[in-house]
């Protein structure tokens, strides 16, 4: 069967609604005759109840049995443990810290079926295709589905026939769905990114606010919250809306250890993007990031003509392409999506590389939900940003003129500082990016900042020329100007606004000779980063802050980063870093290819992504193991007992031929 990639159900402004159930919905008839089953493990004929009776004892056998793990990693035993036992948990963990176990082991141990609402489509389609892939009979419920397909999802459930079942929040708030729940048995209540409740957060969907009724509706389940990026304050907004208050909380490190962070001063986007790209390693996959459409589809084509394998998604493309460009980038190796921030959620892919920002994001919560993108599977990963001065300008400018009331207005300002703050940090940018979400830590080492500490240098006199300048234009012609008109005032250039204005005979004009543009372009930046210059209307002109009165009298100390520009060419260098394989040993190398290969061939013929088969981590152990027999595949981690029964004969085949 050719895969059909699951469709990105994303209206033009919303990626994340899914449709209210159908007028002409009805609770199905209680019929115990359920689609085919997935598993040998399954409850004994005839025990259609309503109540999925566990087959495994204990929260390990279902670990191994089902993934082929050997341990819970983390806090994972602690919550799955709590949870079995009937608690309500709050877990924050990073992305690909694990949070699917959390939830799904749970059910697979006790009685019933797990409910997990999942805001995404795109998600839900692919966590059920990885569950079905490990034998569990996992289904959701969403509008994508033809009626009598979703009708045979509702029976399984109501027959007892479901380990896990997906849907999303809009359906929940729906009596009818809520009815069909009633009729089965639930065996815990799983809401995942459950930051999407904060209306202050980046991602609030109202659907979620109905999701505190859960447990009044549901007693005795219990619940689990889940999401990899809260801020303290996000924290206890989860608690609180969801009616969690006897809870216990789970709170992980936030940090992704193997993503190394750089953020480089914007020169020229597109070169230093390519540069970028060409840095990485042969064949990986990554997500750039743009925030209009217009320059995703003029990124996209320069990357092409580059020969960069490129393809735009944004959500003002018809639905059929947003899927063959979605289907390709997880089926593909090697493929660069260019995308608006429609992109990215649910994407599950563990083995993102790189995830690039060529304009500033508006928080760092978007931010770092963004670049956790990258490296799932915990291998070495890249997020790297250009920014310039033209993107403070710009959202600054996007904010002043948004018709939001003052208090969202002033949180957005909020956002954007704390983004500004990052950018322009002297610091760890880890340590930075982990004191927002409230958890202190040391300097890393694996970010730019670590890696090349940034010069400083006073830019009081600099800043001083700059604000007086622009004090003179207002005070003495009522004028005022941009960045651009500025530096070349200071630089005493000759252009034609210059002498048609008669600026030439202003005090300031020429003071600042010694400095380049760009440097000025960075004096300014940073000015504005700190709120001690601001940009004004339509143009962006600059005028003084509340704050400036301090740096003209010479108060106010400006230590100012020197840029470092074009550090991303140089790293990087003319040839590809090392790949998948090279970070093997390289007596390992040659079979580990070949078990590629066997890999893409199976993707290939059964439609699915690569990963769903088996991911890179558990090819690498295979060929560092070698194992000679199925029992020493269970050894394997990722290989559970289904995919030992569909692959293990092959895989040791693939091992045998070496
Ligand atoms: P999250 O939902 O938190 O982003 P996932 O649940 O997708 O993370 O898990 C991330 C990766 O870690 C997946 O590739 C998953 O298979 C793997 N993983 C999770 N738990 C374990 C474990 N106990 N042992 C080995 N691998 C694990
Ligand atoms: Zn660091």
Known sequence: MPYEPPPYDEPPF??????????????????????????????????????????????????????????????????????????????????????????????????????????????????????????????????????????????????????????????????????????????????????????????????????????????????????????????????????????????????????????????????????????????????????????????ATYLAGQGIDAIPYHAGLDAATRARHQSRFLREDGVVVVATIAFGMGIDKPDVRFVAHIDLPKSVEGYYQETGRAGRDGLPAQAWMAYGLGDVVQQRRMIQQSDGDRAIQQRQGQHLDAMLALCETVGCRRQNLLAYFGQASQPCGNCDTCLTPPETWDGLVPAQKLLSTVVRLKRERNQAFGAGHLIDILRGASTDRVRKLGHESLTTYGIGADLSEQDWRSVIRQLLARGLLVAQGEYGTLALSEASGGVLRGETPVPLRRDVIGRASRSGGGARKASAADQLAPQHRDLFEALRAWRADQAREQGVPAYIVFGDATLRALAEHRPASLEALSGISGIGERKREAYGAAVLAVIAAH
């Open 14 to 299: 919303d990626p994340y609604l899914d449709a209210p159930p159908p007028d002409d919905w009805a609770p199905p008839a209680a019929d115990a005759s359920g689609p085919a089953r997935r598993s040998a493990r399954v409850a004994a004929p005839g025990v259609a109840s309503g109540v999925r009776p566990s087959v495994y004892a204990t929260p390990l056998e279902a670990l191994k049995t089902v993934y082929g793990y050997d341990a819970f990693r983390g806090d994972q035993r602690q919550i799955v443990e709590h949870v079995v036992s009937g608690g309500d948990a709050v877990v924050l963990m990073p992305t690909g810290g694990g949070k699917s176990v959390c939830y799904q082991v749970p059910a697979l141990v006790r009685e019933g079926t797990g409910l997990v609402v999942s805001p995404l489509i795109a998600l839900m389609h692919d966590q059920v295709d990885a569950l079905v892939a490990n034998g569990v009979r996992a289904a959701y419920l969403n509008s994508t589905q033809a009626p009598d397909e979703r009708a045979r999802v509702e029976r399984a459930y109501v027959a007892g026939e479901l380990d896990l079942l997906y849907v999303a929040p809009e359906r929940l708030n729906g009596e009818q769905t809520l009815r069909l729940l009633e009729r089965g048995t639930l065996s815990v209540i799983a809401i995942d990114e459950a930051h999407c409740v904060s209306q202050w957060g980046h991602d609030f969907r109202p659907d979620y606010l109905a999701l505190g009724g859960l447990g009044e509706r549901f007693p005795g389940v219990p619940r689990l919250a889940l999401t990899a990026t809260a801020t303290p304050e996000t924290h206890r907004e989860i608690t609180e809306r969801l009616r969690l208050p006897s809870a216990r909380h789970f709170v992980a490190s936030f940090d992704r250890p193997n993503i190394r962070y750089r953020i480089d001063a914007k020169t020229e986007p597109r070169r230093q993007l390519l540069d970028f790209i060409r840095s990485q390693p042969e064949g990986a996959a990554g997500i750039v990031y743009a925030l209009s459409r217009n320059s995703v589809e003029q990124t």
